[in-house]
Every structure is written in structure tokens, then in C-alpha cells.
């Protein structure tokens, strides 16, 4: 991407919608609780109606797919989705029945003749002991039409590295925000561009965590509260508000093809969206603020329990 055009760096076009919100009351932030169909249909009419294209779900995330076939009905999306994980399944043979049996599931209740990716949500599944087995199946399906593209789910650095190593993925989502850089500073990022992996970045609110004033933060998370005070002050000098300086400072790493962003109510998806496109470059070339957070159970929701 060319870092003085704008219109690649950021806009609409180069969001995605998170729907998890559709299927399950998802969210340390969230007191709306599960989309409903009528509102699930407001965010999708008004995503297509601002280039935002890309969907992003999983057989995991409750009735997600199923409410996006009912509330997507006659508009055309990029659809991605996520395996079962299968790494309890008796053999490799049962992990590749499951994934194909429960993606067989997405298509009929995503309403749909085939997705743009299918992603393992863990990327354990194709690193553990059954992962060749689960990639064929997966390259199955991409042979087969029903996918375009196949990759993984990640969390960590180290699974990205492996994942590499081990296989020609066509697509990766992974976390980054305002505070949490260990995939750029880790190198991965770079490692992905060489390679020419789609990136599709998820928590970039952390779950709306980056977006709450410092001194509402749940207790659990107190110690996010200077790095958060920090990045408000780095904000405000810049002149921008918290969510423009958020949305900038994930849309400045260029490798970065969608970001994927949920929202509880239309309302919320509005904001998101209208941020995005007033950004301009010179607003995210500036976006290179650094809150180092040392302790990755704040980071990484599925630690969360162990706060």
C-alpha cells in the first residue's frame, strides 16, 4: 500500500464486521447482550451499503451464522468462518469427519454456495498431532469450491512462526490494537506480508476494554489503567479522539488487509464506520505511540480467567 494514499489506508472498505455479537452475548464491555435479527439486519444493510464486505464468524460463535443467512438475505458478502475444534476427536479421521460435517452445516445456514476463507479457530488443530490430516481436509474443501481460502485463527507469535514453517496458508487472523504490538515487534507481520498471507486483524477494542475511560475499568483490569491514560493523552495531543487514534493505530501497519470490528447496535456500527473514513494518512503515519503491556493474561481474552 502506498502510505500517502489515504483511501488504502483506511475507510470502510477496509473493515470488516465481526458478528459474534449475532450468536452469543459476547463481550467483557457488553450490556446490550445478543443481536437480535432485526438489528443483526440493520449493521449488514448498512455495512453493504459502505463497502464493508467482509463478514467474519464461526460455527463456534452460537447462532451467528445462522442469523446472518436469515439477515443477509439478498446481499452479497465476503464471508469467513471457522472450524469446530477437533483436538479431543478420537483420530485424525473423526477430526477431519467433524470439520467437514459442521462446515457442511455453515454453508446451509450461512445460506450460502461457499465462503471466502475457512479458518481453524485453534490454530493447535493443525499443529498438533492431527494437523496434516486436518489440513488436507481443509485443502479438500478449498479444491472442492466451497472455500477460496484456507488459514488459521491465531493468538500467539509462536503459532504464527509455526503455522509458516509447517504450511502454505492463504489466510490468517490475528490480535492487535493500540496496546498490544507483539506480532509487529515479534517480526510476524513482516514474516506474513513476505509471504503474502491475507491478515485480518481482530481485538483491535479489545473488547471494547481500549474505548472505557481508565477509572471504569473492572477491577481485573486495573493495571491496563497508565498504559490506557497514556493513550489517551498521546490522543487528545495528536487531536484525535480515542476511537480515531484506536482505528489509526491498527490501520498504520500496511500488511493489514481488513479489520474486523463488532458492534452491539446499529448506533455502535455507525460510529465505527464514520471514524474510519475521516481518517486521513497523515493521521495514521503518526499512529506509532508505544504502551508496552508486559503481561499477556491482560492481552489475550482466553487468559482472562486466570486474573
Request: glycine fraction near 8%; charged fraction near 20%; hydrophobic fraction near 45%.
Amino acid at each position: 500500500m502506498a502510505s500517502d494514499d489515504a483511501a488504502l489506508l483506511s475507510g470502510s472498505a477496509r473493515l470488516g464486521v465481526g458478528t459474534v455479537q449475532f450468536g452469543l452475548a459476547y463481550g467483557v464491555t457488553n450490556r446490550v447482550g445478543r443481536v437480535g435479527l432485526e438489528e443483526a439486519a440493520s449493521i449488514l444493510h448498512f455495512a453493504r451499503e459502505n463497502d464493508v464486505v467482509t463478514l467474519d464468524t464461526a460455527a463456534l460463535y452460537g447462532d451467528s451464522e445462522v442469523t446472518i443467512g436469515r439477515a443477509a438475505a439478498g446481499m452479497a458478502f465476503d464471508i469467513v468462518t471457522k472450524t469446530v475444534k477437533v483436538s479431543s476427536e478420537a483420530s485424525a479421521d473423526t477430526a477431519a469427519d467433524a470439520i467437514i460435517s459442521r462446515f457442511e452445516r455453515s454453508i446451509s445456514d450461512l445460506r450460502v454456495a461457499q465462503v471466502d476463507a475457512l479458518m481453524v479457530h485453534d490454530a493447535g488443530d493443525l499443529l498438533g498431532c492431527y494437523g496434516d490430516r486436518v489440513w488436507r481436509c481443509l485443502h479438500t474443501i478449498k479444491v472442492s469450491g466451497l472455500a477460496r481460502k484456507i488459514g488459521a485463527s491465531v493468538y500467539s507469535g509462536n503459532e504464527i512462526d509455526a503455522l509458516l514453517d509447517r504450511y502454505d496458508i492463504d489466510i490468517v487472523q490475528l490480535p492487535i490494537n493500540a496496546i498490544d504490538l507483539r506480532l509487529a515487534d515479534g517480526g510476524q507481520l513482516d514474516r506474513l506480508a513476505t509471504r503474502k498471507v491475507e491478515v485480518h486483524a481482530r481485538s483491535i477494542f479489545l473488547q471494547g476494554l481500549l474505548l472505557t475511560p481508565p477509572e471504569q475499568l473492572p477491577a481485573k483490569f486495573a493495571a491496563l489503567a497508565p498504559s490506557l491514560v497514556q493513550m489517551r493523552q498521546a490522543f487528545a495531543g495528536a487531536g484525535l479522539t480515542i476511537m480515531e487514534g484506536v482505528l489509526a493505530s491498527v490501520f498504520r501497519h500496511q500488511m493489514i488487509d481488513r479489520v474486523i470490528v463488532g458492534a452491539t447496535s446499529i448506533r455502535e456500527f455507525r460510529e465505527v464506520v464514520s471514524t474510519a473514513n475521516r481518517l486521513r494518512a497523515h493521521q495514521i503515519d503518526q499512529a506509532s505511540w508505544r504502551w508496552p503491556i508486559s503481561d499477556e493474561r491482560l492481552l489475550n481474552p482466553a487468559l482472562w480467567g486466570s486474573l
